[in-house]
Protein backbone atom coordinates (compact mmCIF):
# COMPACT_ATOMS: atom_id res chain seq x y z
CA UNK A 1 0.00 0.00 0.00
CA UNK A 2 1.41 3.56 -0.99
CA UNK A 3 2.46 6.29 1.47
CA UNK A 4 -0.04 8.39 -0.56
CA UNK A 5 -2.64 5.58 0.02
CA UNK A 6 -2.03 5.44 3.61
CA UNK A 7 -2.28 9.11 4.05
CA UNK A 8 -5.55 8.97 2.71
CA UNK A 9 -6.66 6.30 4.85
CA UNK A 10 -5.78 7.99 7.91
CA UNK A 11 -7.11 10.87 6.20
CA UNK A 12 -10.71 9.65 6.43
CA UNK A 13 -10.26 7.75 9.91
CA UNK A 14 -9.66 11.82 10.82
CA UNK A 15 -12.85 13.49 9.19
CA UNK A 16 -14.39 10.31 11.00
CA UNK A 17 -13.29 11.17 13.92
CA UNK A 18 -14.46 15.12 13.81
CA UNK A 19 -17.62 13.79 12.87
CA UNK A 20 -18.72 13.13 16.40
CA UNK A 21 -17.57 16.80 17.35
CA UNK A 22 -20.37 18.25 14.32
CA UNK A 23 -22.58 15.53 15.89
CA UNK A 24 -22.23 17.25 19.36
CA UNK A 25 -22.45 20.87 17.67
CA UNK A 26 -26.05 19.90 15.84
CA UNK A 27 -27.44 18.45 18.71
CA UNK A 28 -27.30 21.81 20.54
CA UNK A 29 -30.10 23.15 18.54
CA UNK A 30 -32.00 19.74 17.00
CA UNK A 31 -33.44 16.74 18.85
CA UNK A 32 -31.63 13.76 17.85
CA UNK A 33 -34.47 12.14 15.61
CA UNK A 34 -35.15 14.84 13.87
CA UNK A 35 -31.43 15.51 13.26
CA UNK A 36 -31.19 12.08 11.88
CA UNK A 37 -33.65 12.94 9.48
CA UNK A 38 -32.14 16.06 8.10
CA UNK A 39 -29.08 14.36 7.96
CA UNK A 40 -30.12 11.79 5.29
CA UNK A 41 -32.92 13.75 3.51
CA UNK A 42 -29.83 15.84 2.71
CA UNK A 43 -28.22 13.44 1.03
CA UNK A 44 -30.93 11.45 0.12
CA UNK A 45 -32.05 14.34 -2.51
CA UNK A 46 -29.13 14.65 -4.97
CA UNK A 47 -29.07 10.68 -4.25
CA UNK A 48 -32.57 10.13 -6.53
CA UNK A 49 -31.66 13.15 -8.30
CA UNK A 50 -27.95 12.38 -9.80
CA UNK A 51 -26.75 8.68 -8.69
CA UNK A 52 -27.72 5.68 -10.43
CA UNK A 53 -29.65 2.95 -8.09
CA UNK A 54 -27.00 0.19 -7.49
CA UNK A 55 -28.10 -3.16 -8.78
CA UNK A 56 -29.53 -5.11 -5.68
CA UNK A 57 -32.08 -6.86 -3.99
CA UNK A 58 -34.53 -4.58 -2.53
CA UNK A 59 -34.57 -5.92 0.59
CA UNK A 60 -30.96 -6.08 1.28
CA UNK A 61 -30.92 -2.05 0.55
CA UNK A 62 -33.88 -1.71 2.44
CA UNK A 63 -31.60 -3.39 5.39
CA UNK A 64 -28.33 -1.84 5.35
CA UNK A 65 -30.70 1.05 5.56
CA UNK A 66 -32.87 0.11 8.71
CA UNK A 67 -29.50 -1.05 10.25
CA UNK A 68 -26.90 0.92 9.21
CA UNK A 69 -28.80 4.06 9.23
CA UNK A 70 -31.86 4.00 11.30
CA UNK A 71 -30.56 1.66 14.17
CA UNK A 72 -26.89 3.48 14.17
CA UNK A 73 -27.81 6.72 14.12
CA UNK A 74 -30.80 7.10 16.45
CA UNK A 75 -29.47 4.85 19.14
CA UNK A 76 -26.27 7.01 18.79
CA UNK A 77 -27.38 10.87 18.72
CA UNK A 78 -29.92 9.88 21.27
CA UNK A 79 -27.27 8.60 23.56
CA UNK A 80 -25.19 11.40 22.78
CA UNK A 81 -28.28 13.69 23.27
CA UNK A 82 -28.73 11.73 27.09
CA UNK A 83 -25.07 12.81 27.97
CA UNK A 84 -22.73 10.40 26.40
CA UNK A 85 -19.74 11.90 26.13
CA UNK A 86 -18.59 12.94 22.65
CA UNK A 87 -15.30 10.96 22.70
CA UNK A 88 -15.91 8.09 23.89
CA UNK A 89 -19.17 7.66 21.68
CA UNK A 90 -16.81 7.43 19.19
CA UNK A 91 -14.89 4.57 20.93
CA UNK A 92 -18.11 2.89 21.79
CA UNK A 93 -19.55 2.83 18.29
CA UNK A 94 -16.54 0.50 17.53
CA UNK A 95 -18.14 -1.96 18.94
CA UNK A 96 -19.68 -2.95 15.65
CA UNK A 97 -16.76 -4.75 14.48
CA UNK A 98 -17.07 -7.52 17.21
CA UNK A 99 -20.88 -7.82 17.44
CA UNK A 100 -20.31 -8.33 13.01
CA UNK A 101 -18.00 -10.60 13.15
CA UNK A 102 -19.86 -12.24 16.04
CA UNK A 103 -23.65 -11.99 14.29
CA UNK A 104 -21.85 -13.24 10.95
CA UNK A 105 -21.14 -16.36 12.31
CA UNK A 106 -24.30 -16.77 14.23
CA UNK A 107 -26.91 -15.64 11.10
CA UNK A 108 -25.02 -16.18 7.77
CA UNK A 109 -22.91 -18.88 8.92
CA UNK A 110 -19.74 -17.58 8.64
CA UNK A 111 -16.33 -19.28 9.46
CA UNK A 112 -14.50 -17.06 12.21
CA UNK A 113 -11.16 -17.70 12.82
CA UNK A 114 -10.04 -18.74 16.84
CA UNK A 115 -7.73 -15.74 16.72
CA UNK A 116 -10.95 -13.34 15.88
CA UNK A 117 -12.83 -15.14 18.35
CA UNK A 118 -10.24 -13.65 21.44
CA UNK A 119 -10.55 -10.27 19.51
CA UNK A 120 -14.05 -10.29 20.64
CA UNK A 121 -13.15 -11.53 24.00
CA UNK A 122 -10.66 -8.72 24.33
CA UNK A 123 -12.55 -6.31 22.75
CA UNK A 124 -15.98 -7.14 24.75
CA UNK A 125 -13.74 -6.82 28.37
CA UNK A 126 -12.96 -3.03 27.15
CA UNK A 127 -16.25 -2.39 26.73
CA UNK A 128 -17.25 -3.92 30.23
CA UNK A 129 -14.50 -1.61 31.50
CA UNK A 130 -15.95 1.77 29.92
CA UNK A 131 -19.37 0.29 31.02
CA UNK A 132 -18.17 -0.04 34.80
CA UNK A 133 -17.02 3.75 34.59
CA UNK A 134 -19.99 5.16 33.14
CA UNK A 135 -22.21 3.29 35.79
CA UNK A 136 -19.80 5.01 38.59
CA UNK A 137 -20.54 8.20 36.64
CA UNK A 138 -24.76 7.60 36.75
CA UNK A 139 -24.04 7.58 32.95
CA UNK A 140 -24.80 3.91 32.14
CA UNK A 141 -28.12 4.43 30.11
CA UNK A 142 -26.30 6.34 27.48
CA UNK A 143 -23.69 4.26 27.23
CA UNK A 144 -26.77 1.82 26.47
CA UNK A 145 -28.09 3.33 23.88
CA UNK A 146 -24.37 4.24 22.15
CA UNK A 147 -23.50 0.48 22.48
CA UNK A 148 -26.89 -0.66 20.87
CA UNK A 149 -26.07 1.82 17.70
CA UNK A 150 -23.11 -0.58 17.54
CA UNK A 151 -25.27 -2.99 16.97
CA UNK A 152 -27.78 -1.59 14.68
CA UNK A 153 -24.58 -1.08 12.73
CA UNK A 154 -23.40 -4.34 12.74
CA UNK A 155 -26.90 -5.47 11.06
CA UNK A 156 -26.03 -3.00 8.72
CA UNK A 157 -22.62 -4.33 7.40
CA UNK A 158 -24.45 -8.11 7.23
CA UNK A 159 -26.84 -6.58 4.93
CA UNK A 160 -24.32 -4.75 2.81
CA UNK A 161 -22.48 -8.13 2.50
CA UNK A 162 -25.61 -9.73 0.92
CA UNK A 163 -26.33 -6.96 -1.06
CA UNK A 164 -23.09 -8.04 -2.93
CA UNK A 165 -23.32 -4.48 -4.63
CA UNK A 166 -21.13 -3.50 -7.94
CA UNK A 167 -20.16 -0.23 -6.41
CA UNK A 168 -20.09 0.08 -2.65
CA UNK A 169 -20.41 3.56 -2.74
CA UNK A 170 -23.57 4.10 -4.89
CA UNK A 171 -25.13 1.39 -2.33
CA UNK A 172 -23.98 3.73 0.85
CA UNK A 173 -25.64 6.79 -0.97
CA UNK A 174 -28.78 4.96 -1.77
CA UNK A 175 -29.14 3.76 1.64
CA UNK A 176 -29.80 7.20 2.80
CA UNK A 177 -32.70 7.49 0.65
CA UNK A 178 -34.23 4.58 3.13
CA UNK A 179 -33.81 6.72 6.50
CA UNK A 180 -35.69 9.67 6.20
CA UNK A 181 -39.13 8.70 6.44
CA UNK A 182 -38.95 6.36 9.49
CA UNK A 183 -36.82 8.93 11.24
CA UNK A 184 -39.54 11.55 10.54
CA UNK A 185 -42.35 9.35 11.94
CA UNK A 186 -40.25 8.32 14.77
CA UNK A 187 -39.34 12.41 15.50
CA UNK A 188 -43.32 13.02 15.68
CA UNK A 189 -43.88 10.25 17.63
CA UNK A 190 -41.26 10.20 20.27
CA UNK A 191 -40.37 14.42 20.23
CA UNK A 192 -43.52 15.68 19.01
CA UNK A 193 -44.45 18.64 16.62
CA UNK A 194 -44.09 21.40 19.47
CA UNK A 195 -40.37 20.34 20.30
CA UNK A 196 -40.05 19.47 15.91
CA UNK A 197 -41.30 23.04 15.38
CA UNK A 198 -39.57 25.23 18.12
CA UNK A 199 -36.30 23.35 16.74
CA UNK A 200 -36.60 24.85 13.53
CA UNK A 201 -38.41 27.94 14.51
CA UNK A 202 -35.07 29.01 16.01
CA UNK A 203 -32.57 27.59 13.30
CA UNK A 204 -32.16 30.69 11.44
CA UNK A 205 -30.77 32.49 13.48
CA UNK A 206 -27.03 33.15 14.17
CA UNK A 207 -26.72 31.24 17.21
CA UNK A 208 -27.66 27.78 14.92
CA UNK A 209 -24.76 28.41 12.73
CA UNK A 210 -22.72 25.80 14.72
CA UNK A 211 -25.45 23.33 14.08
CA UNK A 212 -25.77 23.97 10.43
CA UNK A 213 -22.23 23.52 10.15
CA UNK A 214 -22.06 20.64 11.87
CA UNK A 215 -24.90 19.21 9.93
CA UNK A 216 -23.33 20.38 6.71
CA UNK A 217 -19.60 18.60 7.82
CA UNK A 218 -21.98 14.83 8.22
CA UNK A 219 -23.39 14.89 5.07
CA UNK A 220 -20.94 16.65 2.91
CA UNK A 221 -17.33 15.60 4.33
CA UNK A 222 -18.34 12.40 6.85
CA UNK A 223 -20.09 10.80 4.16
CA UNK A 224 -19.67 12.03 0.48
CA UNK A 225 -16.06 12.81 1.30
CA UNK A 226 -14.76 10.33 3.60
CA UNK A 227 -17.10 7.23 2.28
CA UNK A 228 -15.95 8.14 -1.45
CA UNK A 229 -11.95 7.49 -0.71
CA UNK A 230 -12.69 5.11 1.75
CA UNK A 231 -13.98 3.00 -1.23
CA UNK A 232 -11.64 4.10 -3.69
CA UNK A 233 -8.94 2.60 -1.43
CA UNK A 234 -11.00 -0.69 -0.64
CA UNK A 235 -11.12 -1.31 -4.54
CA UNK A 236 -7.47 -0.94 -4.76
CA UNK A 237 -6.36 -2.85 -1.64
CA UNK A 238 -7.51 -5.65 0.70
CA UNK A 239 -10.20 -4.92 3.03
CA UNK A 240 -7.61 -6.22 5.87
CA UNK A 241 -4.80 -3.73 5.04
CA UNK A 242 -7.18 -0.65 4.47
CA UNK A 243 -10.02 -1.70 7.59
CA UNK A 244 -7.69 -0.67 10.59
CA UNK A 245 -6.80 2.46 9.76
CA UNK A 246 -10.61 2.96 11.32
CA UNK A 247 -8.69 2.35 14.75
CA UNK A 248 -7.38 5.92 14.21
CA UNK A 249 -11.37 7.00 14.26
CA UNK A 250 -11.90 6.49 18.08
CA UNK A 251 -7.97 7.76 18.83
CA UNK A 252 -8.88 11.00 16.82
CA UNK A 253 -12.34 11.25 18.31
CA UNK A 254 -11.16 11.42 22.01
CA UNK A 255 -8.59 13.53 21.14
CA UNK A 256 -10.37 16.61 19.75
CA UNK A 257 -13.69 15.90 22.56
CA UNK A 258 -10.44 16.57 24.72
CA UNK A 259 -9.36 19.92 22.91
CA UNK A 260 -12.27 21.07 21.86
CA UNK A 261 -14.77 20.47 24.94
CA UNK A 262 -12.79 19.53 27.55
CA UNK A 263 -13.49 16.25 28.09
CA UNK A 264 -11.51 13.69 30.42
CA UNK A 265 -11.71 10.35 30.57
CA UNK A 266 -11.15 8.57 33.63
CA UNK A 267 -8.20 6.33 33.62
CA UNK A 268 -10.65 3.40 33.45
CA UNK A 269 -12.30 4.73 30.23
CA UNK A 270 -8.49 4.98 28.93
CA UNK A 271 -7.40 1.50 29.49
CA UNK A 272 -10.74 -0.05 28.41
CA UNK A 273 -10.47 2.01 25.32
CA UNK A 274 -6.92 0.49 24.25
CA UNK A 275 -8.60 -2.74 24.91
CA UNK A 276 -10.81 -2.47 22.63
CA UNK A 277 -8.58 -1.13 19.55
CA UNK A 278 -6.55 -3.85 20.78
CA UNK A 279 -9.57 -6.54 20.28
CA UNK A 280 -10.54 -4.86 17.58
CA UNK A 281 -7.01 -4.86 15.71
CA UNK A 282 -6.25 -8.38 16.42
CA UNK A 283 -9.66 -9.51 15.17
CA UNK A 284 -8.49 -7.58 12.29
CA UNK A 285 -5.50 -9.74 11.64
CA UNK A 286 -5.10 -11.54 8.25
CA UNK A 287 -4.67 -15.22 8.59
CA UNK A 288 -1.13 -16.59 8.33
CA UNK A 289 -2.11 -19.86 8.07
CA UNK A 290 -0.65 -21.43 4.30
CA UNK A 291 -3.03 -22.27 1.64
CA UNK A 292 -4.29 -25.64 0.68
CA UNK A 293 -2.13 -27.18 -2.01
CA UNK A 294 -3.94 -27.14 -5.34
CA UNK A 295 -3.80 -29.58 -7.72
CA UNK A 296 -2.34 -29.07 -10.99
CA UNK A 297 -4.14 -28.28 -13.72
CA UNK A 298 -4.07 -30.55 -16.83
CA UNK A 299 -3.62 -27.81 -18.84
CA UNK A 300 -1.09 -24.17 -18.86
CA UNK A 301 -3.27 -21.95 -17.67
CA UNK A 302 -2.72 -18.20 -16.62
CA UNK A 303 -3.09 -17.02 -13.32
CA UNK A 304 -5.23 -13.85 -12.81
CA UNK A 305 -6.82 -11.59 -9.88
CA UNK A 306 -10.17 -12.44 -9.17
CA UNK A 307 -11.75 -9.45 -6.64
CA UNK A 308 -13.91 -11.17 -3.82
CA UNK A 309 -17.44 -9.54 -3.44
CA UNK A 310 -16.73 -9.47 0.30
CA UNK A 311 -12.99 -7.78 0.27
CA UNK A 312 -13.72 -4.86 -3.34
CA UNK A 313 -9.82 -4.75 -4.25
CA UNK A 314 -8.73 -8.19 -2.75
CA UNK A 315 -8.45 -11.18 -4.62
CA UNK A 316 -7.51 -14.93 -4.98
CA UNK A 317 -5.45 -16.38 -7.42
CA UNK A 318 -7.86 -18.21 -10.43
CA UNK A 319 -6.91 -19.90 -13.38
CA UNK A 320 -7.76 -18.59 -16.77
CA UNK A 321 -6.73 -21.58 -19.23
Not at 37 to 48: E, G, K, N, S, Y
Not at 80 to 96: C, D, F, N, Y
Amino acid sequence: MPIRHRLLAALVAVLWGLNFLAIHASLAQFPPFLLVALRFALIAVPTVLFVPRPRVRLRWLIGYGLGFGVAQFSFLYWGMAAGMPTGLASLVLQSSAPFTLALGAVLLRERVRAGQWVGIAIAITGMLLVGASRAQAADFWPFVLVLAGGLGWAFGNLASRRAEPDNALHLTLWMSVVVPVPMLALSLLVEGPQQIGAALATSFSAAALPAWAGLAYTCVIGTAVGSGIWTWLLARHPAGVVAPFSLLVPVVGLATAALVLGERPTGLELAGALIVVAGVLIGARRSTASPAPVAPSPAPCAVVDAPLLTSPGGGVPRAQC
